[in-house]
């Protein structure tokens, strides 16, 4: 009998779920250019690790697949923690029904990362390398997988994270062992940027979250908005632990602009409550948020209409009901699916780098992360992926949140952004796409 490891400390209380409305969607899929050096002997190395003499050396593994999460349980995000542990679990559940990896089951650890106001990331990380992990898969924040980030490849350990979105990662020194199926900041910037000119805004403020994610979203907002003629003309970047959002939002209401973007995270609750009381309302002026604030929890109580109307951006393509179903299958309260796919497909990509390695080591798992995700024969879910690998076989996993298709640096070259819009019951529903944008971004 195949036995799956937790070590995951309960979740708050389940959220209550959406309800159906017809909704526009917009997804846009965003092609990159590749970001890393060329040469690479790595192929899951940045441009500024290739060639690190600090690299640890190749070990080989014990055999066994061992794969920790470092997820969001409490803090800013900890309503995106149950769709990414689900992620994960159908992950780990369809793995060790085909078989497990090297033909052993895979075994699963499972930690929470908290957020920048506490330690806990660090404290998770020390367990997970005491438990020998061959990789982890986390955090959701950029800011606090900045915060680990050594500590992991440092053990020679990989680092794939489903929600990373900083632009930072692309040539942080990692020693080859970062990847994550989140794209880069500047895709969703440049889409959210040109979302916003569009629908006839001139004028922009931002209220944005003072850290690696929310300045660089605001910048490249910010850039790809005035670059299409429009003026922000005013941007604050508050502190999420403020008492309250007054003054921060009162020097928006002062520039009167008819586009507010709200980059940041659970707090941006209080950041809207403010808005509205200083007449702000989203009925006089086009509100747009982004992957880390929309959800269909955190407004439920505000009063009806509050967000009617209101458009943001999630990195990912739309989850489709079918995938929907089988996450419900290991978590029936899920009402949030924001990055459960790019969780699932990391998970997935890790065991079938490992049985491409043969081998279960940080390094090795690495080392072939690149080429399974690009370049065979195209397969989906790990069974018939697995089954081709170890036919002899070269793959091309085509994930559930979009091809994936990773370049040197270990981001994924092609992504989707998807633009969803919250209905008068204060939820969104990410049901269909009905146009799609293209682009590319050099590195």
Not at 283 to 308: C, I, L
């Amino acid at each position: 009998m195949i036995r799956v490891f937790r070590a995951r400390a309960p979740f708050a209380a389940p959220f209550t779920a959406p309800l159906a409305v017809p909704l526009t969607v917009t997804v846009a899929c965003v092609a990159l250019v590749a970001c890393g050096s060329g040469g690479t002997t790595n192929p899951g190395a940045t441009s500024s690790a290739s060639a690190s003499p600090s690299a640890p050396a190749a070990q080989r593994g014990d055999g066994t697949l061992t794969i920790g999460t470092l997820l969001p349980q409490t803090g800013s995000l900890a309503y995106l923690g149950p769709p990414m542990f689900g992620g994960a679990d159908l992950a780990l559940k369809e793995i060790n029904e085909a078989g497990g990896v090297l033909g052993k089951p895979v075994v699963e650890h499972d930690t929470d990362s908290g957020d920048t106001s506490t330690n806990i990331a660090s404290q998770s990380t020390d367990k997970l390398l005491a438990q020998k992990v061959d990789a982890i898969v986390g955090a959701a924040s950029s800011s606090v997988s900045e915060s680990v980030i050594d500590k992991i490849t440092r053990a020679g350990v990989v680092q794939f994270s489903p929600a990373n979105t900083s632009d930072k990662f692309t040539t942080i020194e990692d020693k080859g062992l970062y990847f994550r199926t989140a794209p880069p900041d500047r895709l969703q910037g440049r889409v959210l940027g040109d979302l916003v000119v569009s629908e006839g805004s001139d004028t922009v403020g931002i209220l944005a979250l003072q850290d690696a994610y929310g300045s660089g979203l605001a910048d490249q907002v910010t850039q790809t908005a005035e670059a299409g003629g429009a003026s922000v003309v005013e941007r604050v970047d508050y502190d999420p632990k403020a008492a309250d959002f007054s003054a921060d939002v009162a020097k928006i209401k002062a520039k009167n602009p008819k586009a507010i973007v709200l980059i940041g995270f659970e707090e941006t609750a209080k950041v809207v409550q403010e808005l509205v009381k200083q007449g702000l309302t989203s009925d006089k002026h086009k509100w747009y948020m982004v992957d880390g604030n929309m959800s269909n929890s955190n407004f439920v109580q505000s009063p009806k209409g509050t967000m009617d109307g209101v458009k943001g951006t999630m990195p990912g393509a739309e989850a489709p009901a079918a995938f929907q179903k089988r996450l419900l299958s290991v978590n029936p309260e899920l009402t949030e699916y924001t990055y459960g796919a790019e969780s699932y497909d990391a998970v997935t990509l890790i065991a079938l780098a490992a049985e491409a390695a043969k081998d279960d080591s940080g390094a090795s798992i690495a080392a072939k992360l690149v080429e399974v995700s690009k370049g065979g024969e195209k397969c989906k879910g790990f069974k018939e992926c697995a089954d081709l690998l170890r036919a002899g076989q070269d793959i091309d996993y085509e994930g559930v949140s979009g091809p994936v298709d990773f370049n040197d640096a270990g981001d994924p070259s092609v992504a989707t952004i998807g633009v969803y819009q919250y209905g008068a019951d204060n939820r969104f529903n990410a049901a269909k796409a009905v146009e799609y944008r293209t682009g590319k971004i050099a590195g």
